[in-house]
């Protein structure tokens, strides 16, 4: 029994139902009153280092609604990907565990604002999009409705950008691009670095054999 297991026995009762539902018509409603009634409403949400010490705490949850979405190349159907992506991932761990797994997540970019000064949404929801296509790598859907595609495919993509701009980063970045995927490290982290280990070993494996066999 792992401490998720342990966890979910002692405290399983307090998963908060229907948790994605909520975070995405948030998300949904903040954005709309955004464009239809004040552009500069986000600036009372996002997540704030100074803000917070000065009294504003409510942006330690609000940042949660600080629309992803506004801005995107898929816009509203992103939304509506992470409402079947999150909804999927309940059904299967339960309320307790989504909590939980978005909870390290917001715990994570906590502490990275405190380094960095400011906090960013994304990387709670990105983490949702690793757990599924980590959990489910061949499953199928289709890119606006039309293009087929499997989940892998858009995890690799994903992760490449997330590479990218911790490369391109500096330090705080860094740390925050690291600690606001804690959900997915926790949940996670042990078998993808197995999965990693292997697939080096494997690789090296078939290149010393290629190496032998190419000497002959």
């Known amino acids: 029994m792992n401490w998720i297991d342990k ?7 307090y998963g908060i139902p229907y948790l994605v ?63 079947w992506i999150g909804n999927s991932l309940t059904r299967v761990w339960g309320d307790f565990r989504m909590t939980l797994y978005i909870a390290l997540g917001v715990v994570g970019t906590w502490i990275g604002a405190f380094f960095t000064g400011y906090g960013s949404p994304s990387a709670v929801y990105l983490s949702m999009l690793f757990a599924y296509t ?16 499997k989940m892998k495919y858009l995890g690799w993509y994903e992760l490449a950008l997330w590479v990218l701009q911790f490369l391109r980063g500096g330090l705080a970045t860094r740390i925050s691009l690291i600690l606001g995927m804690a959900g997915f490290l926790a949940f996670f ?10 697939t080096i070993l494997g690789y090296k494996r078939r290149r010393d054999w290629q190496n032998r066999n190419n000497r002959w």
């Open 134 to 149: 980590w959990m489910w790598p061949n499953q199928g859907a289709l890119l606006w409705g039309i293009i087929p595609f």
């Open 21 to 83: 539902n909520g975070l995405i018509l948030g998300q949904l409603a903040v954005g709309l009153f955004i464009l239809l009634i004040n552009r500069n409403f986000d600036l009372l949400l996002y997540l704030s280092r100074d803000a917070v010490l000065h009294g504003q705490i409510w942006r330690l949850i609000t940042f949660l609604f600080q629309p992803i979405w506004l801005g995107s190349v898929l816009g509203f159907l992103n939304l509506v990907f992470y409402f």
């Open 7 to 13: 966890l979910e026995r002692r405290f399983g009762r």
């Open 189 to 198: 982290g042990r078998e993808v670095f197995f999965w990693c280990k292997d």
